[in-house]
């Protein structure tokens, strides 16, 4: 049974950081594109940070280029979002996806077949 389990969300002021962690069971997340996606309420689903199965390749959604990075621990089967910088918008429920498309489109929460359950992330101004 495939799991991802998110952790690190919270309240911070903006400016501040956060780094969270998405923890795999049931699956080897270095045999998958790993990706962070967010959602507020009323809106979709966004696209975040990806980081590709095959050499370990980072893409970054346009608001969080140069803030956010992503990384991964493969002996952890951990993949982390390092948030800097935040910003009141980038409130959100944020979701931990893991797919193995071999696709450009990793941008698209359809490329990913498991999800974990989310963690929230507030910031206030």
């Known amino acids: 049974q495939v799991q991802l389990v998110e952790s690190g969300g919270g309240l911070v002021q903006a400016g501040g950081s956060l780094r969270l962690s998405c923890v795999g069971s049931?699956?080897?997340?270095?045999?998958?594109?790993m990706a962070w996606f967010r959602q507020s309420p009323g809106k979709e689903r966004e696209f975040v940070a990806v980081i590709r199965r095959s050499g370990g390749i980072t893409n970054y959604g346009d608001s969080v280029k140069g803030r956010f990075t992503i990384s991964k621990d493969n002996a952890k089967n951990t993949v982390f979002l390092q948030m800097n910088s935040l910003k009141p918008e980038d409130t959100a429920a944020y979701y931990c996806?893991?797919?193995?498309?071999?696709?450009?489109?990793?941008?698209?929460?359809?490329?990913?077949?498991?999800w974990g359950q989310g963690t929230q992330v507030t910031v206030t101004s």
């Open positions: 049931g699956i080897s997340i270095r045999n998958y594109n």
């Open positions: 996806g893991a797919g193995t498309q071999i696709t450009s489109a990793l941008t698209l929460s359809r490329m990913y077949t498991h």
